[in-house]
């Protein structure tokens, strides 16, 4: 079995929603967005796990946490088996050069006043890796590593004299300079053409395969994630609904939001009947969720006071395939 290096259990995020007086007064309590709010999974070595959902799930959340850009309100992130949740930042430090994120806008994830040298030596010099002739080696390397080549013709150029592309393998280079472990990709290729999209996620294979880099993709495009990911859990207003391997959950999704995105991802045959898209409305606030299961109040296979009632548990139903379910939670009693 391969060796875990990343696991959260049971981590949640609220943010508070700040009121004015008179809010304040009519709402008599404080609130809160759930924005994450209770979820458990790992990620393995050299794997490429990813977290699907629509915009709103808490998948960008989830993956700025376990890098620690934002504190968890409750739960705990472990790396290789080692609890970091409330880590001390001196003591964090060292393990931070480990943990790195791709963000998901190349445009604004970089500064426009500095060169990309510096772009790329920062996190180095942050971290006080070597002198200056180590840290112009490392840039080098990293900037061959993305394909940037020759290093020489891009270390003394701004991103706004580069393509999207490059920007994206800039960003990608910058958080592999410090050789972590494992990164967060947070849609890295969605701000992207699409004939740049495949050379970025090759590029990404590779990292894998060389370095043996682990990564949590982030995405909602489960079409995607089907072609890159070994296992993926599938997020819904700060809840997963499913998880497992990507192909038990792309050829036998078992939780009914699992199957209208699978619905909603266009077929390649132009002769092939259209199938109605099952989601109905819009995600509901997660300042205020549904109570019971989350997704009842758009659910096409509702089964009544239960599902508005109960949350259902995360239950196996079997190689390694999780669903929160009642029609799978009423089977197993």
Known sequence: MAEEIIRVENLKKWFPVRLGFFESIIARRPLFVRAVDGITFDIKKKEIFGLIGESGSGKTTTG?????????TGGKIFFHNREITRLPEKEFKPIRK?????????YESLNPKMTIYDIMAEPLRVQQVGNEDEIAERVY??????????PEEFIHRYPHELSGGQRQRV???RALVLQPEFIVADEPVSMLDVSIRAEILNLMFDLMERYGVSFLYITHDIALARHICERIAVMYLGK?????NTEDIIYE???PYTKALMMAVPSPDPTAKRIEVVIKGEIPSPVNPPSGCRFHTRCQEYLGDICR????PLIHVGKGHYVACHRYSEKKK
Do not use: N, S, W, Y
């Open 309 to 312: 009632r109960e949350e259902p």
């Open 240 to 244: 997963i609904m499913e998880k497992g």
């Open 171 to 173: 960003a990608t280079g």
């Open 98 to 106: 480990k943990m790195q994120i791709i963000f998901q806008d190349p």
């Open 64 to 72: 700025r946490m376990i890098v620690r850009l934002i504190r968890p």
């Open 253 to 255: 999704p078992l939780h």
């Open 141 to 150: 390397k990293a900037l061959e590593d993305v394909e940037l080549i020759p």
